[in-house]
């Protein structure tokens, strides 16, 4: 995983390693071109240690982590969504637009939800279709099926559609 915090360790952008361009686009896209200077950290930061717990089985350590998202305030609407989303727990996108208060949103929901900078730490991992298939994530639907394995959700291997 490639993860972004700022200064006051808010996480930015999160994404694997194999999709940089993209989070990098998304990082961009939300915060500006120019005000983004990346550099190394020698050691992890708070919200890198929450996720390495959270790949160590301490599921629970990425929902401290505060996150700066940028975005409209519709995606920033979604985002928080999926953070009340609980570990183990999946949602459909319909499902989600209702719990905002949007029940025929479910498309822009889903839009939102696919453009989301931060992987993992806001788990849009978690929304399914309707009919409980794995759908849309950006990391692979494999990565999707184990991260939602890892966090003991219970997917039927008939639901990943390729």
């Known amino acids: ?32 071109a120019d005000s983004i200077r990346l550099r190394h950290r020698e050691s992890p930061s708070p919200a890198g240690r929450a ?28 985002w928080a969504g999926l953070r009340r989303i609980p570990v183990g727990r999946t949602i459909s996108y319909g499902a989600l637009a209702a719990s905002l208060g949007r029940p025929k949103a479910m498309r822009a929901v889903g839009l939102a939800n696919g453009s989301s ?26 990565r999707k099926r184990w991260l939602l394995a890892h966090e003991g959700a219970n997917v039927p291997p008939d639901k990943i559609r390729r």
């Open 117 to 142: 900078p931060i992987s993992i730490i806001v788990p849009c991992h978690r929304v399914i279709g309707a009919d409980a298939s794995l759908t849309g994530y950006g990391g692979g639907l494999e």
């Open 1 to 32: 995983m490639l993860l972004v915090t700022d200064d006051a360790g808010n996480g930015r952008a999160a994404d694997w390693a194999d999709h940089e361009d993209r989070m990098l686009l998304l990082l961009r896209r939300y915060h500006g």
């Open 51 to 78: 996720l390495e717990a959270y790949f160590g089985g301490e599921l629970a350590a990425i929902d401290t982590v505060a996150v700066h998202t940028g975005g409209t305030a519709f995606q920033r609407e979604v």
